[in-house]
């Protein structure tokens, strides 16, 4: 007999994740057969910025969430310089380059060791990590728990390599349209070195290698938790000044199928928006985010609803986004599209980016211009589209009057953890759940390893507003 269970909520994710998994026996071992990602708090961001100054955009959407601010802030100045035409001075791009750097390295530090590595590797016998499933934990990975404490001094240094720069972390006010607010200097330089080297020594020599032992021991995680097998990237870390830059980590879409890997040109027109599973009003179904709408509607109006997460789609069709994503997008990794191939994919990235970080410090040059004038548009729209440490991040803004007009914000963890699309199609993470075999059904840690692997970020994808100091009370629950 089929039975369902719930994990409400996820634990060891950004933020408030429900999952629902049917397991039953499908030739004699015990299977998920239907999954669905739930977001369950509402976020109001797109529609508390309307009516504000362009340039509150970036502070505000930085508050989205304390992992990846930075991405947001990026997001945003890129939709606001693309929107008036204005060119940030080199240094300003070097700089906003670097600070993203740094939050990307440390999410990524982050989320191996304190976030994925306790589904494998038994945590210290005390809380939080006391009382714990009593589940597989194979032996052999005694060093990488070993690590925790190495990992939160990485973690540490890395906000402090970004604050450098980017002011007290999370959340930094260095990036405005036009440009940045702090100026290259000598010393700063040499500090932000002294971490970055720090730092490349961690990931070269203790985080890849537990990520690559990791992936030893759990070999079978090589052939679980393949999603929808098309990937997306929309590109990071301008590598010049042109309008189309080169970039460090180029955008395209990769369809893996078989032997089919094919890397093909993304373009932004071809996304939209379902809500037909979500709890928004269905009249705004299958926009594009450049008119899409945030109407939210009373969850007990709407039974077929089992989310605050849009369905974003690309072409229709649901995309993985994320390390992975960008790795093969770009050729630096195509072995798999699994659970291990997720964490593997993330490690190699960051040592790429905390490469090509310590060669951006040499383009700097002190007291070099950072700002070059930008005044609001009138009326206009742009998109800002770059990647957070999840994924693929867009913020599509519309201004009228000098004011925000319209807001959209699309985030990596939508794209993941998206529900069902107006066709009936599932997110990539609820494909990814799909068959994967589970001992027990009332401790399903092989669940919890696949969701673990996107590095869900519910915070990024939806969030409570309490315009008065009060909270609205949409949902108190099932019922
Ligand atoms: Ni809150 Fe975020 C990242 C963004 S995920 S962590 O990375 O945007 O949806
Ligand atoms: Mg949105």
């Not at 992936?215 to 929808?228: M, W």
């Not at 693929?392 to 519309?398: F, M, Q, T």
Request: aromatic share 8%; net charge negative.
């Amino acid at each position: 007999m089929a039975t369902i269970t719930i994990m409400d909520p996820v634990t060891r994710i950004e933020g408030h994740m429900r999952v629902d998994v049917t397991i039953d026996e499908v030739d004699g071992q015990s299977r998920v057969v239907d999954a669905r990602c739930t977001g369950t708090l509402f976020r109001g961001f797109e529609t508390l910025l309307k009516g504000r100054d362009p340039w509150d955009a970036p502070i505000i959407t930085e508050r989205i969430c304390g992992v990846c601010p930075v991405s947001h802030g990026m997001a945003s100045v890129k939709a606001l310089d693309a929107a008036a035409g204005v060119v940030p001075p080199t240094d300003a791009r070097v700089l906003r380059n670097l600070v993203l750097g740094a939050n990307f390295l440390q999410s990524h530090i982050l989320h191996f060791y304190l976030l994925a590595s306790l589904d494998y590797v038994q945590g210290p016998a005390s809380a939080p990590w006391t009382p714990a499933w009593d589940v597989d934990m194979r032996p052999g990975l005694e060093g990488v728990g070993g690590h925790l404490a190495q990992a939160i001094e990485a973690r540490r240094r890395a906000h402090e390599m970004g604050a450098i720069f980017g002011g007290r972390m999370p959340s930094s006010h260095t990036y405005i349209p036009g440009g940045f607010t702090s100026v290259p200097k000598g010393n700063l330089i040499n500090d932000f070195q002294r971490h970055l080297d720090w730092l490349a020594d961690f990931i070269r020599n203790i985080y890849i290698p537990d990520v690559e032992a990791l992936s030893t021991v759990y070999s079978d995680y090589f052939s679980i938790g393949q999603g929808c097998r098309e990937l997306m990237a929309y590109g990071v870390f301008d590598l010049d000044d042109a309008a189309d830059s080169n970039q460090l980590l180029r955008g395209g879409i990769a369809k893996v199928f078989g032997t089919q890997t094919g890397v093909e040109a993304f373009n932004p027109d071809s996304i939209t928006e379902s809500v037909k599973y979500s709890w928004y009003d269905d009249a705004t179904d299958h926009l594009s985010p450049s008119n899409g709408a945030t109407d939210p509607v009373d969850p007990h109006t709407k039974d077929i609803a089992y989310s605050w997460l849009k369905a974003p789609r690309y072409e229709n069709r649901p995309f993985e986004v994320g390390p992975l994503a960008r790795m093969w997008v770009n050729g630096d990794y195509q072995d798999g599209v699994s659970v291990m191939d997720r964490h593997l994919a993330r490690a190699y990235e960051t040592l790429k980016i905390a490469e090509a970080m310590n060669a951006w410090l040499y383009e700097l040059t002190p007291g070099a211009r950072v700002y070059n004038n930008y005044d609001t548009p009138t009326e206009t729209s742009g998109i800002g589209l770059t990647e957070a440490p999840r994924g693929a991040l867009g913020h599509w803004v519309g201004i009228r009057g000098k004011k925000i007009d319209h807001y959209q914000i699309v985030t990596p963890t939508c794209w993941n953890a998206s529900p069902r699309d107006r066709d009936g199609v599932m997110g990539p993470m609820e494909q990814a759940l799909m068959a994967i075999p589970v001992e027990r059904p009332d401790q399903p840690i092989e669940a919890l390893r696949v969701i673990h692997s996107f590095d869900p970020c519910l915070s990024c994808a939806v969030h409570m507003m309490r315009p008065d100091g009060e909270p609205i009370v949409l949902w108190t629950g099932p019922s």
